[in-house]
Nanobody
Framework: QVQVVQAGGGLVQTGGSLNLSCAAS????????MGWFRQVPGKKRELVAG???????TYADSVKGRFTMSRDNAKNTVYLEMNNLKPEDTAVYYC????????????????WGQGTQVTVSS
């Protein structure tokens, strides 16, 4: 059973920066696909950035050039560096783990972090 624990988030002004981290248990973390998602009331949870076991990292168009996802397989941890934040980035951010290469759209309920609030003020 994979355990996912997040840290970070908070309140920042437009143009500021915040960092998130996510640690996932497991002896085969390097084989996990990992994703950062965000959700606001009334909208579906959306994928912000994905880090795949192939070594590829992808980003939603809305955050390209501003957010950077990285991973440290030795620490079973992924990170999200968020720069030049905008009010539309305000959301609850979730970390999800896909340990079986099912796709980050198929993350099981018990493979999510607890969520953390990111608020960007105008």
């Amino acid at each position: 059973q994979v355990q996912v624990v997040q840290a970070g988030g908070g309140l920042v002004q437009t143009g500021g920066s915040l960092n998130l981290s996510c640690a996932a248990s497991g002896r085969t973390f390097s084989m996990y696909n990992m994703g950062w998602f965000r959700q606001v009331p009334g909208k579906k949870r959306e994928l912000v950035a994905g880090s795949y076991r192939s070594g590829t990292t992808t980003y939603a168009d809305s955050v390209k050039g501003r957010f950077t996802m990285s991973r440290d397989n030795a620490k079973n941890t992924v990170y999200l560096e968020m720069n030049n934040l905008k009010p539309e980035d305000t959301a609850v951010y979730y970390c999800g783990a896909d340990p079986h290469d099912d796709g980050v759209g198929m993350i099981a309920d018990d493979h999510w972090g607890q969520g953390t609030q990111v608020t960007v003020s105008s």
